[in-house]
């Protein structure tokens, strides 16, 4: 096996939030990390001797998260590729790892049954959120970060309140194991694959199936485009299929004959990576893809304002100020006020649409 790529299975991939690398997890107990533009391997960090099982980078980029076999979970860090903390996370090996929108919460998937809901900077601690019967495959947050919806292999999709820390609904159709999913930019719909072979889209508002579309192998990741429209589905054989919500209309097909083990989707939804059997993570390009506005999660907090008259006489006063990100370009803004409609974003000019508000706490 040569040694830019692992000597096994990855069971994870993960793009950095710049969207200028990707992380996988593997079989051989190495995190490895890849130019998500030349696709050559950059780095390698031996975790340890159990196989990897999920990886995530922290919200700044800074850390690199593993998730092992053994149910460990570790930080490194990204720079001198140095372990900085490491603790048993669950009883049994941990799944996934994902980041809240706004990156205050952290939740973990395991085989145990269960997900645990975490504090940034408070991993140790935690909620547990318990009610599927068998391993949970994975979550995602919805854009508010107010709700989490997880998939497991006991057939079904259950959604959380993140407030109260309890369920809201079970989401029952698949006759075998969930083993993908993924939420959309604005929360209406889910999407969920399995080892049935069936792709299932959910309404999120109804709580109920609105249809499926038959896949050629089991499915190992799927992801929401940016606008919210359109989906994609990556299958075992290394299919994908582009499908527009909620009629299912076939957009395009693409067979890489690759042997896929997971994926991701890069932070701009131009980009797929595949982890792959053979240990090596390739790329496919969806620049072509027509899409609409590109949804955008927007971040509240208060900011401390001094008008002349208040600075002279002491005294100052918190205003409201909202700052998001442009996802192709990461052109960043602050502004007083939200676009009540779509807008074009003052760098790169792509459309935009703000979806959902996040409030940072002070």
Known sequence: MPDDAHTGEIFCCAYSPDGTAVLSAGWDGHLRLWDAGSGAAQATVKVGPKPLSCCAFSP???????????????????ARFAKST?????????????????????????????????RAGKEREGTNLVGHQDIVAGCAFTSDARRLVSWS?????????LD????????AGHDDRVTAGAVSPDGRWAVSGGRDRLLKLWDLHQGAEVGSWPQDAEVRCCFFLLD???FVSVDAEGRLTLLRAPEFNLQAELRTRLKVMCGGLSPSGSQVALGCEDGHVRFVAL?????????????????EERSILG????????????QYACPVCRHVVESPRLPSEDFACTSCQRSLRITAQIAQPV
Do not use: N
Request: hydrophobic share 45%; aromatic share 10%.
């Open 311 to 322: 600075r002279l006489l002491g005294r100052t006063r918190m205003v409201p100020t909202f």
């Open 287 to 303: 620049e072509d893809v027509e899409q609409g506005s590109l949804m955008v999660t927007a971040t509240q907090w208060m900011k």
């Open 164 to 171: 109260f820390g309890t369920e809201v609904c079970c989401l």
């Open 60 to 78: 700044d980029g800074k850390l690199w998260l593993a998730g092992s076999m053994d149910g460990v979970l570790s930080y490194w860090d990204a």
């Open 228 to 230: 919210g429209a359109a």
């Open 86 to 118: 490491e603790f048993m996370a669950h009883t049994r090996p941990v799944s996934a790892i994902v980041y809240s929108p706004g990156g205050q919460h952290l939740v973990t998937a395991s085989w145990d049954r269960a997900l645990r809901l975490r």
């Open 153 to 161: 292999h006991d057939g079904t999709l259950r959604v959380w309140d």
